[in-house]
Nanobody, 123 residues
Framework: QVQLVESGGGLVQAGGSLRLSCAASGRTFSSYRMAWFRQAPGKEREFVAAISGSGSTTLYADSLKGRFTIFRDNAKNTVYLQMNSLKPEDTAAYYC????????????????WGQGTQVTVSS
């Protein structure tokens, strides 16, 4: 069983930055692939980024590559999402997820989810 708690969301102006954190419980954190998804009102949950258990491999949504960076600290059982050059269209609830099946981008493949943290980008 893994419990995930996100933090770091908030209100930021366009062009600004935020760093989201996701703290995980459990002693096997490094064995889990971790991912970030986001969901805007009225829209489906969207893949943002994923990182392997060791942190050596990352994958990003094509539209976000270059602005967002996912990284993890296995000693702290935490995964991060650094978001730069934020745009109003980045406004959404951001969720971290753990585990996952064969499809990295499919939210249905993830077993554990946090409660989400809201990011609002003003123009």
């Amino acid at each position: 069983q893994v419990q995930l708690v996100e933090s770091g969301g908030g209100l930021v102006q366009a062009g600004g930055s935020l760093r989201l954190s996701c703290a995980a419980s459990g002693r096997t954190f490094s064995s889990y692939r971790m991912a970030w998804f986001r969901q805007a009102p009225g829209k489906e949950r969207e893949f943002v980024a994923a990182i392997s258990g060791s942190g050596s491999t990352t994958l990003y949504a094509d539209s976000l590559k270059g602005r967002f960076t996912i990284f993890r600290d296995n000693a702290k059982n935490t995964v991060y999402l650094q978001m730069n050059s934020l745009k109003p269209e980045d406004t959404a609830a951001y969720y971290c997820a753990a585990s996952g099946g064969s499809s990295v981008r499919d939210p249905m493949q993830y077993q554990y989810w946090g409660q989400g943290t809201q990011v609002t980008v003003s123009s």
